[in-house]
Every structure is written in C-alpha cells, then in structure tokens.
C-alpha cells in the first residue's frame, strides 16, 4: 500500500496579517463622514456596497500616507517587518478598511505569487469586535468561495491565556522598582 505525501513548499503557503487601517489626518474629514454614513445605510438594509461607496472607499485607501499622516499603517508595517524575520513563509499585509491594501487584494497578490494555502491573522487580538468577529469570517467564506482551488484559514479567536501572559510578561518591564 502506498502513502500519498503532500509537500508543500514555502512559496506555496503564506500569512496574511490583517490590521484595521486608520484614515490618513489629512484626508477630507466630509468624505470619511460620507463614506461611514453610506456604510451605516448599506448595513442597516443590507444591500451591497453602491458605486458612490465603493469609490469612496477606493479613494480613502489609496490616498497617500506618510508616517506622519497615518502612524498606524507606519506601526502595523513595522509590526510586520518584525514578524516576517521570524516566519519561513511569506507575510503580506492587509487593512480592514480605510487602508491598501485590503484582505481582498492582499489575498490576489498573494494567489497570485503561487500561495496555495493562507492564513489570515488580525492585529485586533480582544474578542467581541466586530470586524474580527463578523466581518473577518465572512469575508474568508467569501474568499474561499471565490478560490476553491486555495486552503484559506483564519486565526482566530486568539487565547486569552496566552495573550493574558504576552501582556503580563511586556508588564513586567513597566512594574519592575526603579534603581536608585
């Protein structure tokens, strides 16, 4: 009898780490409005992204940034820069919103760079938000139906235990008794 063996090389899987982007300072404070009243009324009906949306949301993501206009995608890049020296494979990022690129695009680039399986992690690591709760498992559903032919996993939910003792140990730096 033989044993079939799949061997999968590094090229082939790949980690998709998922932040929730921030909006760029000087980008027009009435175009943010507008695209989160859109949002609301979409949601709220649960219709489907219209065109005024998702034109807003294309242009709120791809406005340009720099470290001072969207430090959060400034720190979630160097977040990524750590942990890819760390991982065999791959690391892309993505953004939930208001960033590119987004979980969809990431997952493309990424399809299309050979990745036969992914995972999906959030940055957002507590539990009962509703992007890494809701809209992030839906949005894998989504993609797996959109590729078949990809393994696609979301990482989550994140143990508390283990979070709890990721805090408790960067704690201990800020609770130590000062030297004289």
Known sequence: ??????????????????????????????????LMMLEGQRNATGAPMGREEAALDREIREFPRSPKTDPYKTGLERLASVLAHRLPIPLYVAYNEFCAPSVTDAVARAIERGALELVLVSSM?????????????????????????????????????????????HLERFTQPLAS
Request: aromatic share 6%.
């Open 125 to 169: 690591m507590t539990p009962g938000g509703s992007h890494s709760e809701v809209e992030m498992p839906e949005l894998v559903n989504d993609l797996q139906r959109e590729y078949p032919q990809v393994a696609i996993c979301y990482a989550w939910p994140f143990d508390l235990d283990a979070l709890a003792g990721l805090l408790v140990d």
């Open 1 to 34: 009898m033989s044993t079939a063996v799949s061997v999968r090389t590094h090229r082939e899987r790949a980690i998709i780490l998922v932040g929730h982007g921030g909006v760029p300072c000087d980008f027009p404070r009435e175009k943010v409005r507008r």
